[in-house]
C-alpha cells in the first residue's frame, strides 16, 4: 500500500479496533442466561461471578497502557484479541461457577486491555489526520455490540447451540483482525518515561469527568429497566426499550458528532453534551406518561454520546504526563464509573428512592458542564 493511502487504512483498522472488544462484551451478554442454567446459580451467586469480569478489567487496564508504551499497540491488540477469542468459546462451555468465573476474569482482562489500547492507537491516529475522528470510532464500539447481539440472537433462534454460534462470532472477529491488524500501530515510547504513574493535575481531573460520564451511561445500562418496570409500570417484557432508545441514540450520535466537536470544540461539546444528558435524566425521571419519557433516554443518549470520546482526545493532547499513562488512567476511572455506578445508585435508591438516585446522577452531569471552565491543557 502506498504511503498517501496508508493513513486511511490505520483509521478503518482503528474502527475494527473498537468494533472487536464491542462485538465480543454482545456475545458474552447474549450468553448469561445460557450460563446461569448450565451452572445452576442463583441470582446473588451470578452477581459475584459477574464481578470477575470488572475485576479483570480494572487490573488489565494500568497494565495495558505499560505494554502499548513499550511493545507498541499494534502487539498488545493483537495479544488481547487472541485472549478474548480464545476464552470466549469459554464462557459458553463453562460447567460451574468457578470456572466461569476464572474465565470471565481472563476475558474481561483482554477486553479491558484492549480497550485502553485502542484508545491509545485512536488518540495517535486522529492527531495525524489533524481533525476530530474520536466519536466515530467510539461509535463502532456500539455497532460490533449491536451486531454482536443480532447476531447471536438470530443464530440462537434458529436453535444453533450455543458453542457453535459463539464459535462463528469467535471466526467474524478474527477476520476482522486479521484484515485490520498490519495497520495497527506499531512504534514504542521512549524507554525513560515511567512504567507507571498516579494520575495527577490535569489528568486527574479529566478521569473524574469521565467517571461521571461513564456513571451516567452505567446507569442507564443497569437500571433504566427497572426505573420502567418499578416506577412507571411498564411491563417487563416492554422495559428494554428505554436502554434501546439510549443506545441506538447514542450510536447515531457519535457518527455524526466528529463534525460537531470540530465546528465547536472538544470543552462546548462537553458542556453542551453533559447539559443534554443532564436534561434528559430529569426528563425521564419526572415526565409521565412513561412514552414520553422515552425522550429522555434520547436526550441522555444524544449527551452522553461525544462527552467521553472528546475526553480521550484532550487527555491524548495534554504533556503533564506520557500519552499512553495519561489514557490509560482516563480509561480505569471511566470503567470504574461503570462499575461503581450502578452500586452507587442502588445504594441512594434504598436509602432515598430511584427517582431522587437519579436526580443525582442529573446534577452530576451538572457538576460536568459546570467544571469544564477549568478543563485547561
Known sequence: MSLANRPRAEQHATRAAFFIPGFATALWATLVPFAKARTDINDATLGLVLLCLGAGSLLAMPLSGLFAARLGCRRVMVATTLIICATVPGLALAESAWMLGLVLFVFGAGVGAMDCTMNVQAVVVEREAQRVMMSGFHAFFSIGGFLGAATMTLLLSARMAPISAVLLGVLMMGVVALLSARYWRGERV????????????????????????????????????????????????????????????????????????????????????????????????????WQASLGGYVLVGLGCANIAPALFSLAGSQNRMPQAIAITAVSTLGFAGILAGPALIGFAANHFGLIAAFVGVAMALLLVAVSTRWLRM
Open 190 to 289: 521512549a524507554h525513560d518515561a515511567p512504567l507507571l504513574a498516579w494520575p495527577r493535575g490535569i489528568v486527574m481531573f479529566i478521569g473524574v469527568l469521565a467517571f461521571i460520564a461513564f456513571l451516567a451511561e452505567g446507569a442507564m445500562l443497569d437500571w433504566s429497566a427497572v426505573f420502567l418496570t418499578d416506577i412507571r409500570k411498564v411491563d417487563a417484557s416492554h422495559a428494554g426499550i428505554g436502554y434501546v432508545t439510549f443506545t441506538l441514540t447514542m450510536t447515531v450520535a457519535r457518527l455524526l458528532g466528529d463534525r460537531l466537536v470540530e465546528r465547536i470544540g472538544r470543552q462546548k461539546a462537553i458542556v453542551a453534551g453533559a447539559l443534554l444528558a443532564c436534561a434528559g435524566v430529569l426528563v425521564l425521571t419526572l415526565v409521565t406518561p
